[in-house]
């Protein structure tokens, strides 16, 4: 029985040496992909998809908001308000023209996908970084969505030195919170 364990444990091993696992994910994500996405109209699951997207930028804009507020780096500026929103609303141009891609180039809603996914991922590990900075971990679960994105700790690390440190001490304050 342990010659087995062993011989199963050395497969495995090797499985991880000859990227075995990336490309059985690969595969099995490219076998589970909703069928929505090949789909050459827009469908409810467009709008969720967009719905999920402008959430998480709106989770993420509050916490951006909350670390400017105690921040003595980041000025408190109408400007950065209007900035954050123009960033927001490029965010949503840019998935809106990739639906146009798509639809141009004939790869039904891939790229949409692709792109909306990303920032969807982008703004939703800067909102779990804000929210365990302002120390939102203690009152939510946030503790699994960093287990789940285990390499957050940078972001975290980005945000610290963005509101509140400085490494050469001359930070203009005029980045707007994201």
């Not at 105690?70 to 609303?89: N, Q």
């Not at 789940?148 to 707007?176: C, H, M, P, S, V």
Request: net charge negative; proline share 2%.
């Amino acid at each position: 029985m342990n010659d087995i364990f062993m011989m199963m444990k050395d497969q495995l091993f090797k499985m991880g040496n000859d990227n075995s696992w990336l490309i059985g994910t690969a595969g099995g994500l490219a076998l589970t992909i909703p069928q929505w996405v090949f789909s050459d109209t827009w469908t409810l699951s467009h709008t969720v998809l967009l719905l999920l997207l402008l959430g998480v930028l709106i989770l993420d804009w509050i916490t951006g908001r909350k670390l400017a507020d105690k921040s003595d780096v980041i000025k408190k500026k109408t400007e950065i308000v209007i900035d954050s929103l123009i960033r927001d609303g490029l965010i949503f141009l840019i998935c809106l023209i990739c639906y146009g891609v798509d639809y141009l180039i004939g790869t039904h809603s891939i790229v949409f996908t692709v792109f909306t996914v990303a920032f969807i991922y982008h703004n939703f590990s800067s909102f779990v970084a804000n929210a365990t900075i302002l120390g939102w971990d203690k009152n939510y679960p946030l503790w699994l969505f960093n287990l789940i994105l285990r390499w957050i700790g940078d972001e975290i690390e980005a945000k610290q030195e963005k509101y509140f440190l400085t490494k050469d001490g001359d930070n203009d304050g005029n980045q707007a919170p994201n």
